[in-house]
């Protein structure tokens, strides 16, 4: 899915989605809960895309077990759709190509650090609720990757998610990323999986953007 925006000129910056969990369940794009963190990014001058992803949206299949050889195979087609998603951003007249950022949610906020290391042409990184895990195979641990990263990334952790606490989740994959340290940061929101206060967290997110983008013309 491609959202291009109404009120900025091309070539347009463009943000690349990765969902959370909740992808893996339902068959459209946009949920209610989804959009407060989706919209904005148009509605801002940026192209939003959305990839479909294997296992996710319309292309629905049971999810595998997080140990399992399946899911190791799953987080391959993952990276495989998200690299094969910037070829084709590159061939558009319409997309500044060298002016792409990741935007991944939970499950996209975890695994980016495998994402952002193998798929080198993103200009910046913003992570909402992401975290780091350890009991998965080695083939997808996220943070036998991060050193690998070099791309400016923004984390934004909730102040009390149960899911992935800023301590001892969100902060140190953070410190592990191999992205020179003024180019990294963790914004702490207020509330927990999800920001309670979206207009401070888009101000963030918009900043960083205009930081490693550009502003939007």
Known sequence: HLYLPNDSQPPYQAVLFFPGTGA???SEVGSAGESSW???IPRSGRALIIPMYSG???RRAPYPDWQSRAKVQLVIR???DLMRTVDYLETREDIDADKIAYYGFSLGGTYAPVFTA???RFAASVLISGGTIFRVPEEHRPVNFAPYVTVPTLMIGGKNDPQAPVEPYQRPILELLG??????RLFVFEG???????NATVREIHAWLDHYLGPVQ
């Open 192 to 198: 927990a999986h999800a920001p309670t206060d979206w």
């Open 78 to 80: 993952w990276a495989q």
């Open 56 to 58: 996710m949206y319309a």
């Open 24 to 26: 893996v369940m339902r």
């Open 118 to 120: 193998v798929e080198q």
């Open 179 to 184: 992205t020179p340290p003024e180019d990294k």
């Open 38 to 40: 989706l919209y904005f």
